[in-house]
Every structure is written in C-alpha cells, then in structure tokens.
C-alpha cells in the first residue's frame, strides 16, 4: 500500500470526509487530496508529517505509528508520478460541467482544462 | 468515432420523474432523512467517490464542478470547496444527480483519447446538454431539500408569522417570500433560491389563493 491510500484509510475508518478532515486541522484540500492520491510525495519535514499522523489519530508508539512513518520513508525515496497517461486521463474528463449557466465551456478552454487535469 | 446526432438525446424526465428517482436513490442508499442532508458523507462514504479540489476551476473556467467520465470523482472548485458551505453542497448533489440519472448515458462513451473527448463535446448540442443539467439541478434541489421536511418547515414559518400577530395578508408576495426562504435555506443550507424553487415545484402557497 502506497502512504496516500494509507492516510485515506486511516481517515476512512473515522468516517471523516476529505472537507471535513481538512477544515477541522487546516490542511490544504488540493495538496492534501494529492497526497492521498500519491501525486504528491509525503512531507519530508517530519514535524509536518507528525501533524498530520496526530490528525489521523494516529498514537505515538503504535503499530499504525510505525507503518504510518515507514510508509513515508519508502514513498520519498519515489518520483512521484507527474503525468497520467492518456487513458486515465480520459476517464477523468467530464460530460457534463457544472457552470453557473449550465452551458458548455469553448474549445480553448477544454484544452486548458486537460492540462489542469493533468497536473491535478 | 462516429457521432450519430441520437445518441446525444437527453431522457424524458420531469420532475415528477425525478422526484421518484430521489426516492429510489435515497432508498437505494439508505439515505438519512436528517437535514441537513450530509452529501459530503454520501458522495465519499456512500457512492465511494473521491473529491478532488482543483485550484482556479470557478475563475479560469467558470466551473464548480464535474463527475469524471468514470464515475468514480467528483472534481471542484477549490474555493467552493473552502469557502462555500452551500454552493459546495449543491455541487456534490448535482454531480450526484448526473451519477444517479445519467450513468447509462455517461457509459455509452469510451474514449480512447482528449481528441475524441474534444470531438464529442463540440458535437454535444446545446438544447440537449441544457436537459441534462436541468436534470441534475432538479434531482440537487429535491435530494437536498426533502418534500415532506419543506412542508413542514413551511407551515412553521407561516406560522411564526402568524403567531407574531402579523397577518400574512398584511405582507407582499416578495418579502414573505424572502424571509421564508432565507430561513429554510438555512435549515437545508442550501441557496434561498433552491428553496424557492422547491417552494415553486411542490406548490406551497404563502397565502389562501396566492
């Protein structure tokens, strides 16, 4: 198991929400969303990564502890992965787009938007 | 890929329609009736989707959110998703309706690449796209604001007004109006337009005959 599905798990199992989880220990939901994503590699700072093991619940000694901190270490040593390939890509796009109009965005714009999707 | 101008065709649903398939999803998922309704908990716990905040997607694109082509996120605007109880809300609930009505439709679609995904948006004509947003926006309003708790609630606002010694004859359409919704918005969290509109489709009247 990669560290980002092991926070995700881990914050799962209390039933928390990603909003909620963010709001209540003032993370950043885009970073942190990458992170559960594996798209952005763990903190390396390690006062940071104990914020975030303490927000989980996580207590200091136990055996989550241990898997919690050697996940991070083994995931550091990783590229993360920067760029999807173009089929997942793919399954990531909308049909439909929620705009304050209901109406579909231009061309340019869904190039932009394939773009942004890729470094989400 | 061959684009052939039916498979675009939005389904007929009116809002009866959708109305029962709210029911069947709240059943199907053994929704809560408590209000607020928690769509955050449904979307992530529930449906197992993920919510993914993507920075600027309101202000370079005008878009607060999408449903992935694979069911499986809901992307949003990341300031929605800090600073916007209900907006955020109605986005998750929308995105949720798209889920729910429109799933068949959304895996007719297999893209092998963002050329074809290019072609079938360019393709998608404008009249039918409008109906399925329509859709989703209907099935947010009732999933979010539930019938029987608006009456309710409704019947007790006009109440309080009445019981203040105030004749709601004495009042216009408009204000009554704006302090019911004001304060069912805030009971549902949604927008005081939702709640008109759900005032609107289930025919609640502020006054006998109005």
Redesign the interface.
Known sequence: MRFGEYVKKIR?QK?I????F??EHSFD??NH?KL??GILNPPQDEDKLKSLAYALGIKQGSNEWEEFFSLAFIENGKIPKEIME??L?????????????????D?T??????Q??RE? | MVFDENLYKAPFYDYDLIRREVMNFVNHYSISADVPIDI??I???DLGM????????HL???????????L??V?ID?DV??RSDNR?RF?LA??VG?FWL?GD??RK?D????T???E???N?P?EQ??W???H??DFAGLLLVPAEKLRHKFDEQISLVVGAGEKVEKFSNEILLGFITRRLGDYFQVSKGVVEKRIFKDGLTLKPGG
């Not at chain 1, 714009?109 to 394939?114: E, R, T, V, Y």
Request: some cysteine; aromatic content about 18%.
């Open positions: 799962q039933q929400t990603l909003r909620r963010c709001l939901p885009g969303s559960e994503r173009n089929g890509i793919v399954s990531k796009l909308p049909l439909f787009f929620r705009t304050l109009k209901g109406e579909k965005i061309e714009k869904m190039d932009k938007l394939i942004l999707i989400s | 955050d908990y979307v992530e716990f993920d919510v993914v905040p993507l920075n600027g997607l370079a694109f005008g878009i607060d959110s999408w449903l992935s082509k694979d499986k996120t992307y990341e998703f800090k955020y986005s929308h995105e798209h429109h439709f959304i679609f893209f092998s690449n963002t074809e995904w290019k079938f948006q360019s998608f404008s796209y409008s399925f947003e329509t989703a926006y």
